[in-house]
């Protein structure tokens, strides 16, 4: 097996790997709708990024805050958006964000670039088959 499909693989069980363990994260947490309240400028080596603020109640009624731990310009989202939280039953304070993208997208990307590293590999070894097939040599 060569060095492209090895690679693809190993990436690709990456991807799937942190996919079971961002699945994994999720299950057993409350999960909820939150608005959000403000965008917390901050600044940072790429000039000022915002972090979410946002506003969720608990199983119990209780008013909650979230305030996201990465930063993004432009803005991941607006005053007033709702967003889905997740947190612990236990432990409410110990919350965040639930989209796509925040528990899911590194791997997916991940995913995605294995499969298309195998993808490659393999199309170059039945392009030349088809090379092969299509075109014979004419002389030997």
């Known amino acids: 097996m060569g060095f492209a499909r090895i690679t693809g693989i190993l ?3 990456a991807g799937i790997a942190f996919l079971f363990n961002q699945w994994r994260t999720v299950q057993g947490r409350e999960i909820t709708v939150g608005t959000v309240t ?10 000022r990024t915002y972090k979410v603020r946002a506003q969720f109640s608990d199983h ?17 989202h607006a005053v007033g958006d709702v967003i889905k939280i997740m947190y612990e039953k236990d432990n409410p304070a110990k919350n965040a964000s639930l989209s796509f993208g ?8 991940l995913l995605g670039i294995g499969l298309f590293i195998l993808w490659m590999s ?3 070894q039945w ?14």
Do not use: M
């Open 11 to 13: 990436i690709a069980l």
């Open 38 to 47: 403000e965008l917390v400028p901050t600044s940072g080596s790429k000039g």
């Open 60 to 76: 119990e009624g209780t008013s909650r805050e979230y305030v996201s731990s990465w930063s993004s310009n432009p803005p991941a």
């Open 102 to 109: 925040t528990r899911f997208g590194f791997a997916w990307i």
């Open 122 to 124: 393999y199309g170059w």
């Open 127 to 140: 392009g030349d088959q088809l090379i092969a097939l299509c075109f014979p040599n004419t002389h030997e």
